[in-house]
């Protein structure tokens, strides 16, 4: 349909001149605003990527840097820029100490993930066959575990594995284990890892927990109910019912579980700085106590480099299986 109006030509006669036909918008119309909407996203993370690239980009471009050059105390009083190539990284990498580092945060990650994912899993089982009451109170505990700060909860468990006046050691002599009654936790590799390890699981069973259990949530309650109907037991119904939904949420969280895990310095620094004798030391403890402690800070860039090349080794295989799962879903 068309609307006509009236106007006066130059010569005084009326005119019509017709107006734009009312319709649905042209090709070209839909066009711009097809790409307005697919821009949109992106504008939106772009203050996001911008951060990322200032916070995390030329800290990691600059670190690069450093570790291809010869940094130390001299260099930094004088001002000096010394590049040295890959020295620095063929001194790390001929290194004993590097491999047997790499070797034992590799462990260290893999027991702690299996742990903190085993455990988290069914305290979120739990969590969904709890009443209102009861889960409440316990996602209460949860929610404070997992809010209290990293330090403070590391210096609480220097307290409880305290050799003289640990409460650990006082329940362990009560109950008839008298050698333990001055037991040094701190004194070995395995004592203070298993310190560290339980500080670590205790700190990351809630962030595992409380989402497992809100993935539960999204189960249909039909598909139990079919199942019980197929004469399915508690089992059956989980590994044909409840697994394949979490599958999804358990190689995320696997995912970022690792990192957590493999980059956690806090902790193991705290507790005891990486000893004793420096058995205790990650990766991350291992390029701060180069660098920064030793004061080269050159082989620490190196080493603080080569360690996010192992994380994202390790890594790798989580993001094929989360990229092959979202294309199949597709």
């Known amino acids: 349909m068309s609307v006509q109006t009236e106007g006066t030509d130059t010569a005084g006669e009326p005119a019509v001149r017709k107006a734009r036909p009312a319709g649905p918008p042209s090709g070209e119309d839909r066009g711009s605003r097809s790409s307005h909407r697919a821009a949109a996203p992106y504008l939106l993370l772009l203050p996001a990527l911008l ?14 840097m450093l570790s291809f050059q010869n ?29 047997h580092v790499v070797e034992r945060s590799l462990v260290f990650t893999v027991i702690n993930v299996a742990l903190i994912m085993v455990l988290g899993t069914l305290i979120g089982l739990l969590l969904a066959r709890l009443g209102r009451k009861m889960r409440l109170l316990l ?23 305290a050799q003289r006046f640990g409460v650990v050691n006082w329940v362990l002599d009560k109950l008839g284990w008298h050698s ?11 004592s203070t890892f298993s310190v ?3 500080l670590l699981v205790w700190e990351s069973i809630p962030f595992v927990a409380i989402n497992l259990y809100a993935a539960t949530t999204t189960i249909p309650r039909e598909l139990y ?13 989980f590994t044909s019912v409840t697994f394949p939904f979490l599958k999804p949420f358990l190689y995320s969280t696997t995912f970022l579980e690792v990192i957590w895990i493999f980059k956690a310095f806090p902790q193991i620094f705290a507790i005891n700085e990486g000893g004793p004798d420096h058995l205790t030391e990650t990766l991350p403890i291992y390029a701060f106590v ?3 402690g030793n004061q080269h800070f050159g082989v620490g860039a190196a080493i603080s480099f080569l360690t ?4 994202l080794v390790m890594t790798s295989y989580y993001l094929r299986m989360v990229l092959k799962q979202e294309e199949d879903e597709l």
């Open 51 to 64: 951060a990322t690239l200032v916070l995390l980009g030329w800290p990691l471009v600059k670190n690069g």
């Open 71 to 99: 940094l130390n105390p001299r260099q930094l009083i004088q001002h000096l820029t010394e590049w040295n190539g890959i020295d620095n990284y063929k001194e790390v990498l001929t290194g004993s100490d590097f491999w």
């Open 290 to 292: 180069q660098g920064v």
């Open 180 to 190: 333990m009654a001055g037991y040094n936790w701190f004194g070995t590799q395995t």
């Open 225 to 237: 109910e079919a199942a019980a109907l197929d004469g399915a037991g508690a089992w059956k119904s």
């Open 196 to 198: 560290v390890i339980l």
């Open 139 to 161: 996602m209460i505990g949860l929610v404070l575990a997992w809010a209290m700060p990293i330090i403070a909860a590391t210096t609480v468990y220097q307290w409880l594995f």
């Open 308 to 311: 996010v090349l192992v994380l």
